[in-house]
Every structure is written in structure tokens, then in C-alpha cells.
């Protein structure tokens, strides 16, 4: 069952979701498919089969912070906003980070959301 709140951690090879409430975290590694061919425009079709299946694994889940490099987080940004609106309506937020323990990104996220909802005027679940 999706919890309410998540926070991804997004480069162009890999993903890592964490969604957590008040007392749990759960966690989901995403990895790229390499697909070796000569085809022209291959990078950008595995790229966007990537981005589809992390979008797939949002499902369900009410707010997401987004997080990682600057690039990373752009062309995600660009695939969901271009080929995922009913996606980006969930996206809450985006924040570059460095490399953060799973520890340090649930924080970040909790932080973040604390301050969203009460801006947005929603009390946050417990």
C-alpha cells in the first residue's frame, strides 16, 4: 500500500524511492535497462522507458519530493511535465542534492513536507 508522503532520489541510470510516514520507511531501487543497439535515438528511448517505469512506481502516492543533480532532475522534470501531466500534478517539489544517506533524504523530505503542507494549509498525516 502506497504511504502518503515519498522522496526520489533520481540520476539517468538509477533511482531509489523512499516512501515513509510518521513511523516507517519504506524503500524501491530503480535501475536502467541498457539496451545496446544501433538504432538511432536508442539513449533517449531507454532514457524515457527509464523515466516511465519510475513514473509507474509513483502510482498511488499522494505528494513525491524529487531530488538529485541539477541534469538529472531537469530531464526528468521534462519527461514527466511532457508525457506524464496526471504525474507532475503529484510532484510536490524539487531539490538538488549531493549524495545523502536514505537516513538524511527521509529528513529532508519530512522537513520539506512539514513546510509544504502548512502552506498549502493541509494538516500533514500522521
Do not use: W
Not at 538529485?68 to 532532475?73: I, K
Not at 503529484?90 to 545523502?100: K, L, N, T
Amino acid at each position: 500500500m502506497p504511504l502518503f508522503h515519498a522522496v526520489l532520489r533520481i540520476d539517468h541510470h538509477q533511482a531509489q524511492l523512499l516512501q515513509f510516514d510518521a513511523s516507517q520507511v519504506q524503500a524501491q531501487a530503480l535501475k536502467a535497462h541498457g539496451h545496446p543497439t544501433k538504432q538511432r535515438g536508442s539513449a533517449v528511448r531507454a532514457e524515457h522507458e527509464f523515466y516511465a517505469e519510475v513514473c509507474a512506481a509513483l502510482a498511488g502516492i499522494t505528494e513525491v519530493l524529487v531530488t538529485g543533480s541539477h541534469n538529472a532532475m531537469a530531464d526528468f522534470r521534462h519527461y514527466v511535465e511532457k508525457h506524464r501531466p496526471a504525474v507532475a500534478a503529484q510532484i510536490a517539489g524539487y531539490e538538488a542534492v549531493d549524495h545523502p544517506s536514505d537516513n538524511q533524504l527521509v529528513a529532508l523530505a519530512r522537513s520539506f513536507f512539514l513546510k509544504h503542507d502548512r502552506m498549502a494549509g493541509i494538516p500533514t498525516p500522521t
